[in-house]
């Protein structure tokens, strides 16, 4: 159910950016960017009395289902959508780039040495 200080909110903001997209995604919130018109139609259909005032959101199908049953498809960054169905945080998602993180990391410092810089041995005691 949408709360409606919370509703009165995000409807007054039809475009959710940067950090607020990121921040929800860490608490687990699914925030997404809507036309104005979708975001008008929701709105109208959800202070209907003529139906429950309730949003499903599918992220497995990326479709949002309308109180009167009506569904719309959404775009969302597949980054974020992978790490709120699977349940990580962005420390888990980074972990999961890390063969093509080092990767890239020995390809830079092949491509371009003196970006890396070799410190010298200390000497031994």
């Known amino acids: 159910m949408v709360h ?21 995604v860490q608490d687990g919130l699914v925030a997404l960017e809507l036309p104005e018109t979708q975001v008008n139609d929701l709105a109208g259909e959800l ?18 289902a309308y109180p009167t049953g009506r569904r719309i498809v959404f775009e ?3 980054v974020r959508r992978t790490a ?17 993180i080092a990767a890239f990391q020995s390809r830079a410092r092949s491509e371009r040495p003196w970006q890396y810089p070799t410190v010298p041995a200390g000497p031994e005691r």
């Not at 409606?4 to 929800?24: I, K, P, Q, T, Y």
């Not at 709120?84 to 888990?92: A, F, K, N, R, S």
């Open 4 to 24: 409606s200080a919370l509703w009165d909110r995000l409807r007054d903001r039809a475009e959710l950016r940067g950090d607020l997209l990121r921040e929800c």
């Open 47 to 64: 202070e209907s009395e003529d139906c429950a005032p309730q949003v499903a959101v599918d992220l497995e199908t990326k479709t949002i």
């Open 76 to 78: 969302m960054d597949e």
């Open 84 to 100: 709120l169905l699977e349940g990580l945080d962005e420390l888990q998602t980074i972990l999961r780039e890390e063969a093509s």
